[in-house]
């Protein structure tokens, strides 16, 4: 029976580092894309961490009532679509983060290249 517990905890302590993962992934290629996209701009450490965690909490619900997982390269044109309106989104739920239209486009497909190649942004 104790075996059982360990494995829950340390599933737990698991799934707790796989999104801490995600999340310091997901930091890193919205600098990178932000960096990279006109039109697009982070103000501070912090305001980049809070955006990471917004699109992290929007794709998952976007996954969790669609099925569609918001990449760019992860279900052809709706994906890249999703992306850029999630990258679009996240402006009314972060201050000091803003993106046009045209940028959150181009955005989506920076994001979904850097992504590609960053580690460490699996599937929860």
């Known amino acids: 029976m104790q075996g059982t517990q360990e494995n829950q905890a340390n599933s737990g302590a698991s799934t707790v580092w ?19 996209t006109p039109g697009f701009s982070i103000n501070s450490f912090w305001t980049l961490v809070i955006a990471a965690i917004v699109l992290t909490v929007i794709d998952y619900l976007v996954i969790k ?3 569609l997982h918001a990449s760019p390269f992860g279900k052809g044109f709706v994906g890249f679509a999703l992306a850029a309106i999630v ?3 996240t402006q009314f739920f972060v201050a ?25 942004n699996q599937q929860m």
């Open 96 to 120: 000091g983060y803003s993106i046009s239209w045209m940028a959150a486009i181009i955005g989506a497909l920076i994001y979904g290249v850097v992504d590609y190649f960053i580690p460490g």
């Open 65 to 67: 009532f669609t099925g």
């Open 87 to 89: 990258l679009y989104v």
């Open 18 to 36: 796989q999104i801490v993962g995600r999340l310091i992934a997901s930091a890193v290629v919205l600098a990178i894309t932000a960096f990279f």
